[in-house]
């Protein structure tokens, strides 16, 4: 299969994964790649990171496409998590040759995930020398775990950083430039939200790290979806440094599930009235919306409106199990409202409220509950409702 070049003496090797739909629960609708590059030296040539297991023989073929597997004398394990690390045994085995080396962490990763595999470690100061081209190292400890390793070729000017500045994205495009950058950066902010949403600190503190050691990138090759280059760099950390301040703007996102329309009902007269107010709103019907879209709507919003009719006493599965999504990705600095309707026992209300409220939510305003289906009065209450949260939004 083809590898393509990155820089002259840099070549990507990865995997496409077209048909991936579901990463560990975050809805891939575009798919992934597994992307690892080789850094070709004068005495050596480097394999930067693996990919998931039943991906190992496309990599290998275009590893083949480009050098003997015979000459790799080096692999760089960059993160354990199985879709980068899964395949390194049957990569080590076909390059019994060459040395592997992972940070402190990701030795013992390696190890507890494969049996007992052994591979060598590397730190900050470490240096590899593949004759006219050298690899650098920089932990980065929770971007994503703790494993988490950058690596950097500077005589190419190319930064490696395994998750970081990924995308969920499979495509024969290689480059952000070639796929369209605007749709680029919507794929790293989906990223973003839904996988580093919780660990912002320690991305923070990894850009600082990067920025100080002073390196100069010209190229920034992630191990999922599009490689960046020269400017278009600066706006990806402009964005990373943005979302991990938590910068958020007069935004709700309206998100419900409904049983006979009149949570529904209410949905589009909450926007609506928030809209008339001058907040920025959309709105998602967890029944049919990828809840990865509706985290990547949040991101940059101060506001969650959520919305469940009462059944069994209680809110619908879809609103639980979204809450339970929601709570992993640990969203702080946002206030939410909660509309609900019943027939005969109400109980939504108050388990979403409970809900929202140990999750890190401030609620500025009571629930609004509707019995039945909703009439003139009641959309005329919810209207007025909605312009409470709309003022909370704006001073928030
Ligand atoms: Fe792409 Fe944290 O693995």
Not at 69 to 87: A, Q
Not at 163 to 191: C, K, T
Not at 220 to 230: E, F, K, N, Q, Y
């Amino acid at each position: 299969m083809r590898a393509m070049k990155v820089t002259e003496n840099i070549w990507w090797v990865g995997a496409i994964d077209w048909n991936l739909r579901d990463f560990h629960g975050f809805e891939t609708p575009q798919g992934s790649t597994y992307n690892c590059y080789l850094v070709m030296g004068e005495t050596g040539v480097a394999l930067i990171d693996t990919t998931k297991a039943p991906f190992v023989p496309e990599l290998l073929s275009r590893i083949e496409s480009v050098v003997p597997l015979e000459k790799i004398t080096h692999i760089v394990v960059n993160h354990v998590e199985p879709d980068h690390n899964g395949g390194l045994p049957e990569v080590m085995a076909a390059m019994p040759q060459a040395r592997v080396v992972a940070s402190p962490a990701g030795v013992k990763g390696v190890a507890d995930y494969h049996n007992g595999l052994v591979v060598e470690p590397v730190k900050a100061d470490d240096v590899i020398d593949l004759g006219g081209r050298t690899l650098r190292f920089l932990p980065m400890s929770m971007v994503h775990w703790p494993d988490s390793m950058f690596t950097y070729c500077p005589e190419e000017r190319v930064l490696m950083p395994n998750d970081a500045f990924g995308q969920h994205v499979s495509s024969n495009a290689r480059f952000a430039s070639d796929f369209g950058l605007d749709e680029a950066m919507r794929e790293l902010g989906i990223y973003y939200a839904n996988i580093l949403l919780p660990l912002g600190t320690a991305v923070g503190k990894a850009i600082d790290k990067v920025l100080e050691t002073g390196w100069e990138i010209d190229v920034v090759a992630p191990s999922h979806g599009l490689i960046w280059r020269g400017e278009e760099f600066g706006r990806v950390v402009e964005a990373y440094q943005r979302w991990g301040a938590g910068e958020k703007r007069d935004k709700a996102v309206v998100v419900y599930s409904t049983m006979w329309g009149s949570t529904a009902a209410l949905a589009t007269r909450i926007a609506d009235a928030m809209a008339a107010e001058g907040i920025e709103v959309s709105v998602y019907d967890l029944a049919v919306s990828p809840v990865a879209h509706i985290t990547y709507e949040l991101l940059e919003a101060k506001a969650l409106v959520l919305g469940s009719p009462t059944l069994h006493h209680g809110m619908l599965y879809r609103v639980a199990g979204y809450l339970q999504y929601l709570a992993g990705l640990k969203p702080t600095g946002r206030i939410a409202g909660v509309f609900s309707s019943y027939g005969w026992s109400k109980g939504a209300e108050k388990q979403m409220t409970a809900r929202l409220e140990e999750i890190g939510f401030e609620m500025p305003i009571e629930s609004y509950t509707v019995k039945f289906r909703p009439e003139d009065e009641d959309f005329a209450e919810v209207t007025e409702w909605a312009g409470k949260l709309a003022e909370a939004v704006k001073a928030l």
